[in-house]
């Protein structure tokens, strides 16, 4: 049980992975990141 919590850690890091790339497109497109299109 006290290791239970390192099953999410590879889940997280794809979320902040795909959240650092997505930060990454929008700044070399000039635009925010919470924006589409």
């Known amino acids: 049980m006290a290791h ?3 099953r999410l ?3 997280s890091m794809a979320t902040g992975q795909a ?3 997505r ?3 929008a700044a070399v497109r000039g635009r925010r990141p ?3 299109r």
Do not use: C, D, K
């Open 34 to 36: 919470g924006t589409s």
């Open 4 to 6: 239970s919590s390192y």
């Open 9 to 11: 850690m590879p889940i």
């Open 19 to 21: 959240a650092g790339v």
């Open 23 to 25: 930060a990454a497109l």
